[in-house]
């Protein structure tokens, strides 16, 4: 899970509970990234998470499943659980592909979103009594969502997006606290370096770099380096390869706009956006 799911699912829970029903995040091995998020989350006591074994246990007929950030089963830490319940809601911002979620009672997917995170800040909006209505800590998450998503609200930001982020900044999130969620530490900058500075820049402005080492959080390196590839001159899209700590290869890709990175990545089994 990357900080837009998690904000999306701190939101959600809030919601829940306005509606005076129990709330459990699924949280399975989520590596180091969230480290600093997950670990305020807990010292607030407010939220309950489960394991994906506690949530076998604890889903039945009756249980709401409501998945965030995605509408694809191979990408959630428990997707068997799709089949123990009828009420399903997806709430996303990516483009539909074609293995998604079939059997869900209300699909929330709109593209035009920044991310996640805006999507459900939009909710939290109509929610409450009309006084203060959502914590600083969500607040604060929900914000980090959609900074990341936006890439520092640099790319894929609407009026929408300002106007769900002035929101959450009235509301107690404080910017400052925000960027903590995204510090690293002095190992993972140092593999980020590397992994920009062994790019090599091809003809028609396409960045590419490869990682060979096997990392826990690759995913969320590859992405920050693809990121980052972007600021270099005449780079219009930007490829980087790593592998897991299953050893299993993953691809990041990111664009400016005039090449489509997303329909390369559903090539390869992957999706996201343009």
Known sequence: PDMDSFGSALGISRIVKYRNKEAAILLDNPGDYLSKAIQRTRESGQYRFYTAEEARAA?????????????????????????MTDKIVVIDHHRKSEDSIDNATLSYMETYASSTSEL?????QYMGDGKKNI??????????GITMDTNNFSIKTGVRTFDAASWLRRNGADTANVRQFFQTD???????????????VYPKGVAMSAYYQPYADVQVLLSQAADELLDIQEVRASLVVGINDAGITVVSSRSLGEINVQTLMEKLGGGGHL
Not at 120 to 124: D, H, P, W, Y
Not at 135 to 144: I, R
């Open 59 to 83: 889903v039945d007929k009756d249980t709401l499943l409501i998945i965030v950030d995605t509408h694809r089963p191979k990408l959630l830490d428990a997707p068997e659980l799709l089949a």
């Open 120 to 124: 459900v800040t939009e909710i939290l």
């Open 135 to 144: 914590d600083k800590l969500e607040a604060e998450a929900l914000l980090a």
């Open 186 to 200: 002095i190992d993972f900058f140092k593999r980020k370096a590397s992994i920009i500075a062994n790019a090599e």
